[in-house]
């Protein structure tokens, strides 16, 4: 089987030698990939050129019209089996190819997705991020693992499409607003087989800064709305919690003021939360700066998140 990476980019031309770097290390070679420049001012086309003598890569430029159609442009020119789409600021680990390979095989999948996680070296910022954005504290660990693989809506910068897939569901049809959840579901209520394959992950390097990161969660609230005008069931529980959490920290500062017995238990359920992020974070880093660092990032995920869902859910419920 012959793979396709897709892999638009923006601006970044060192982030994207780290992720071609790693193409190269990869056990499984018969592969081909498609670099979509996205309008770019400060390309990636001579990062590109140095790794064409490693495997067969090939360079696309378009005008600037979000990534989820450079994905599209890019599979439109791809001449492999099965594509997979990814972004520009991911790392491959070497057998990645190789488990992917043997779970399409093996469970006949028509389309995937894997999850993330941060690398060793990364910083310890870019961990405690990672840490709020995969924690069972946080998102429920719906992005890496699941009871039922059949439930996960693959995310677009780590997505897996059979050509088939391609040619009959068109793609994507948004650029930028949760357009890879939208696909996902469009996927399988077209009937397809869409799975996530938890060995398939990848490390996923995220914002260097609070406030990029905390703009990026505001978007994941918006675009979840979003994705609802085309699905109407695409919201669940899961996502409604972090607008709750919100309010819940509203509502503590309120009957902090009025009623000292509420307050006190909101601050109890508060503190076991709390408690919960620091244990499993300091468990799996062995560091108490990057569990304070998970706490801080696990608070700004989850309010900029809900803030984004509430305000783009009255801007759909008012006009539409």
Not at 139 to 162: E, H, L, V
Not at 256 to 284: C, H, K, M, P, Y
Not at 287 to 298: M, N
Request: aromatic share 14%; net charge negative; hydrophobic share 40%.
């Amino acid at each position: 089987m012959k793979f396709s990476f897709i892999i638009p980019v923006y601006n970044r031309p060192d982030e994207i030698k780290q992720l071609l770097d790693s193409l190269d290390d990869q056990n499984y070679r018969d592969f081909e990939v498609i670099v979509v420049e996205d309008g770019s001012h400060l390309t990636s086309e001579n990062v590109v050129k140095g790794h064409s003598s490693f495997f067969e890569i090939n360079y696309l430029f378009q005008e600037n019209k979000g990534q989820g159609f450079a994905r599209n442009y890019g599979m439109e020119h791809a001449t492999g089996d099965f594509f997979i789409v990814l972004d520009s600021d991911v790392i491959l680990p070497e057998k990645y190819l190789e488990s992917v390979e043997v779970a399409i095989a093996n469970r006949d999948l028509d389309a995937f997705g894997g999850p993330d996680m941060a690398k060793d070296d990364f910083t310890d910022l870019q961990k405690a991020m990672d840490f709020a954005m995969t924690s069972f504290w946080t998102t429920g660990g719906i992005r890496g693992k699941m009871k039922d693989p059949a439930k996960y809506q693959a995310r677009g910068y780590n997505m897996g499409i059979s050509r088939e897939v391609f040619e009959k569901t068109s793609g994507f049809v948004d650029p930028n607003r949760g357009e890879d959840i939208e696909w996902s579901i469009r996927i399988k209520k077209a009937g397809f087989k869409l799975e996530l394959i938890e060995e398939a992950f990848v490390y996923h390097k995220r914002k260097s800064d609070l406030k990029s990161f905390a703009k990026q969660a505001f978007s994941f609230g918006e675009n979840r709305v979003n994705v609802s005008r085309f699905h109407p069931d695409a919201i669940g529980l899961v996502h409604l919690l972090p607008s709750a959490f919100l309010l819940f920290l509203i509502s503590m500062l309120i009957f902090r003021l009025n009623n000292e017995t509420i307050a006190g238990t909101q601050l109890s359920i508060f503190l076991i939360w709390t408690l919960g992020i620091l244990v499993q974070s300091f468990e799996q880093e062995r560091s108490l700066k990057i569990s304070l660092l998970s706490w801080v990032c696990s608070v700004i995920q989850l309010c900029a998140y809900g803030v984004g869902f509430l305000k783009e859910w009255l801007v759909k419920t008012f006009k539409g």
